[in-house]
C-alpha cells in the first residue's frame, strides 16, 4: 500500500489521537459515557488502523505481539488485584471506599474504578490486537483491486 | 412499529426533530439490510455491515443510551468489520446465489420471527413509561442511590464498576480466555506462533507461518511449485519440496488455497510457469 500517500499522511496524524481519545474515554469513564472496554476498543482499533495502512508486518514491529500475552494477563490482575488490595485494606472485595479516606467525597470509588477499567483497558485492547493478529496473519495482503 | 411504540408512548416525551430522525435512521437501516442481503460482494457486504453498525449507535444516541451507542460504534463498526474483512479475506470475494428453492426455508423462518415480534409488540412498555419494570425496579434504586452513595455522575459506570464489580471481573476473564482461546488455536502468526513441519526426516522450523500462495488454478499446484517465501525459509537446510509436504499444508489450510486469484499474484506464478 504504499502509493496511498493521503492515507497514510492522515492516518500517522490520527492515530496518536486515536490513543489519547481512548484514553480519554477511560479517565473520564466516571463522569461521561465510555469505561474501560470501550477505550479499550479505541485503542486496540487504532492499532488496527497502523495495520491497515502501513501493513501487519510494521505493526507487528510497533506493537510486538509478545505485548499481547503480558497485556492481557496484566488487565485480568489488575483487576482482581484492586479488590485483592481492598481486602488488605480492611474492606470487603472490591469496597473502594477504603483505598482513600474522604470525609465529604466518596474519592475512593473514584480511585478504584479507574483502577479496575484500566484492567478492563488492558485486557479488552490486547486481546482484539491478538484476534486481529491471529486471523491477519493468515491473510494474504489486500491487493489495490480489492478496494 | 414505530407509530406503534410512539402511539403507546405519547406525544409529550417525544419532540418531533427526534421522531423525524428516529424515523429517517429506521428507513436508512431497512434499506441497509436489503442491500445486504441482495448484494454478492463479501467485501460490500463487510462495508454495509459497518455502515448499519454506525446507524444503529446513532439511533442509540436518539434513544439517551450513549454507552451502547459508543460500545456498538466501536465494536460493530470499527473492530468487528475488519475481523470479518480478514475473514473474508480468507475465504472468497462473491457469495454464490441461491436458488428460489433453499431460500424458501430461511423466509419462512424470517417471516415467523418477524411476526413474532410484531405480535409482541403490545406487550412491551411504552417508550418513556414511568410506570414500566425498567423504571421502577431494583434499576431505579440503583439510580437513586448512586447519586448519594458513590457520587459518581455516569450511573453506568457505576453500577458497572463498583455496585457490579464481581460480574465486571468475570467478564474481564471471559475476554481474557476468549484471548486465550485464539492464541491456543490460532497463535499469533496464524499458525500457533510457530510452523514446523517434518520432510524428509528433517525438521523444519520457522517463526512465522507460511504465507499463503495464490495459484491460478489447481493444475499449477504439483509441477510449478515456486520457492518456499522467505518467513518460511529455514534455518536448517532446505529440502527438496515433494507433494506429500505440499499436499500436508495444503490440508492445514484448506480455506486459504481456495482464495480466489489475484492479478499481481496470478501474473508472478504465470511467469513461473512459462519460465520452467
Known amino acids: ?147 | 412499529m414505530l407509530s406503534f411504540i410512539y402511539a403507546a408512548g405519547g406525544p409529550a416525551t417525544i419532540s418531533p426533530p427526534t421522531l423525524i430522525i428516529d424515523i429517517a435512521l429506521m428507513a436508512m437501516l431497512v434499506v441497509v439490510a436489503f442491500a445486504i442481503v441482495r448484494m454478492r460482494s463479501l467485501f460490500a457486504i463487510v462495508m454495509l455491515q459497518g455502515v448499519y453498525s454506525l446507524m444503529c449507535a446513532a439511533w442509540f444516541v436518539t434513544l439517551d443510551a450513549v454507552d451502547v451507542a459508543f460500545t456498538e460504534a466501536a465494536v460493530g463498526a470499527g473492530i468487528s468489520t475488519v475481523l470479518m474483512l480478514s475473514a473474508m479475506l480468507l475465504t472468497d470475494r462473491q457469495s454464490a446465489p441461491v436458488g428460489a428453492k433453499k431460500s424458501l426455508g430461511p423466509l419462512l423462518v424470517c417471516v415467523l420471527a418477524g411476526a413474532a415480534m410484531f405480535y409482541a409488540i403490545p406487550d412491551m412498555p411504552a417508550y418513556g413509561d414511568a410506570n414500566s419494570p425498567a423504571n421502577t425496579g431494583p434499576g431505579m434504586e440503583y439510580m437513586t442511590a448512586a447519586v448519594t452513595d458513590v457520587e459518581i455522575p455516569n450511573i453506568v459506570t457505576a453500577v458497572l464498576a463498583s455496585y457490579r464489580g464481581y460480574d465486571t471481573m468475570a467478564e474481564t476473564v471471559v475476554i481474557f480466555m476468549a484471548g486465550l482461546g485464539v492464541l491456543l488455536l490460532l497463535g499469533l502468526n496464524g499458525n500457533a506462533g510457530f510452523w514446523q513441519a517434518k520432510v524428509q526426516g528433517q525438521n523444519i522450523f520457522s517463526l512465522t507461518a507460511p504465507r499463503t500462495r495464490i495459484l491460478t488454478s489447481t493444475e499449477d499446484k504439483p509441477e510449478t511449485e515456486p520457492p518456499a517465501p522467505d518467513e518460511a525459509a529455514p534455518p536448517k537446510p532446505k529440502p527438496k519440496r515433494k507433494p506429500a509436504a505440499a499436499k500436508k499444508r495444503a490440508a492445514k489450510k484448506p480455506a486459504a488455497k481456495k482464495t480466489a486469484a489475484k492479478k499481481p499474484a496470478a501474473k508472478k506464478t504465470g511467469g513461473k510457469g512459462s519460465a520452467s
Open chain 1, 1 to 147: 500500500m504504499n502509493s496511498h500517500l493521503i492515507l497514510r499522511t492522515v492516518s500517522k496524524f490520527l492515530i496518536p489521537l486515536i490513543v489519547v481519545y481512548g484514553l480519554y474515554v477511560h479517565f473520564h469513564g466516571d463522569f461521561g459515557p465510555g469505561g474501560g472496554f470501550q477505550a479499550g476498543v479505541i485503542v486496540a482499533a487504532a492499532v488496527v488502523l497502523y495495520a491497515l495502512i502501513f501493513g501487519i508486518d510494521a505493526c507487528k514491529v510497533a506493537v510486538p505481539p509478545s505485548w499481547i500475552r503480558i497485556g492481557m494477563t496484566v488487565g485480568v490482575m489488575l483487576f482482581a488485584g484492586t479488590g485483592v488490595v481492598t481486602w488488605l485494606l480492611g474492606g470487603a472485595f472490591f469496597d473502594y471506599d477504603v483505598l482513600k479516606y474522604d470525609p465529604d467525597h466518596p474519592a475512593g470509588q473514584h480511585l478504584g474504578i479507574i483502577c479496575v477499567e484500566l484492567g478492563v483497558l488492558f485486557t479488552v485492547a490486547t486481546v482484539m490486537v491478538a484476534i486481529f493478529y491471529a486471523f491477519g496473519s493468515r491473510t494474504p495482503d489486500i491487493s489495490d483491486e480489492d478496494w
